[in-house]
């Protein structure tokens, strides 16, 4: 499994990935994600693998933008339409990949990621591109990365990695060049 095969993974599931993702978790990460990452009125934020725009259109409400990337055309699409059919308009969708986001250096006060770190390559990587985008002092904020068994996730959810301890998530973050950064269980559905 590599980034062409996510690609091709999140192409063809794009018109039923609220429906799938609603298995896993429910808008209380949204919350969860603000709450960690300290968001306000006048954050500029990054969704990274925005997906179909759930995480953006519940931010978008809170803070000043979002730029939500993703890979995939086919989920920008969906996401575009589900962002209009909620009349969301400080949203701004790119495709890019996450480990080369299509963002300026220092550019975004705050970058979330939810349910994509399993789907990075590199894992360090795509947090290190995460930490260039935000500015110094801005925050960063993950989830969905708990380790667990379950192999037939890389076929069904084209999951890479299955997930990492909090010790390997603390490295990640560590690699990426982050020098103040913890790691707390949410115990969210």
């Known amino acids: 499994m590599d980034s062409s095969d996510v690609k091709a993974f999140f192409e063809r599931v794009s018109l039923e990935w609220d429906d799938m993702r609603s298995s896993f978790y429910n808008s209380d990460i949204i919350d969860a994600l603000a709450d960690r990452a300290r968001v306000t009125s006048t954050s500029r934020v990054v ?5 179909t725009g759930f995480v953006a259109a519940g931010l978008a409400g809170q803070v000043a933008t979002v730029i939500g990337v993703d890979s995939s055309p086919a989920m920008l699409a969906v996401a575009a339409e589900n962002l209009g059919a909620l009349g969301v308009r400080n949203v701004t969708l ?3 990949d996450v480990d080369a986001l299509p963002l300026a250096d220092g550019s975004i006060d705050i970058a979330v990621a939810n349910m994509v770190l399993h789907h990075a390559p590199d894992p360090a990587l795509m947090l290190g591109e995460m930490a260039r985008v935000v500015r110094p002092g801005g925050m960063i904020a993950i989830t969905d990365e708990v380790e667990h068994p379950y192999e037939w996730m890389r076929v069904e959810q084209a999951d890479i990695w299955l ?27």
Do not use: K, N
Not at 47 to 51: K, R
Not at 163 to 189: K, N
């Open 47 to 51: 969704d990274v693998g925005t997906g």
């Open 94 to 96: 790119a495709e890019g």
């Open 163 to 189: 997930g990492f301890s909090p010790a390997q998530v603390r490295g990640f973050f560590g690699q990426a060049g982050l020098v103040d950064y913890g790691y707390a269980s949410l115990g969210m559905q």
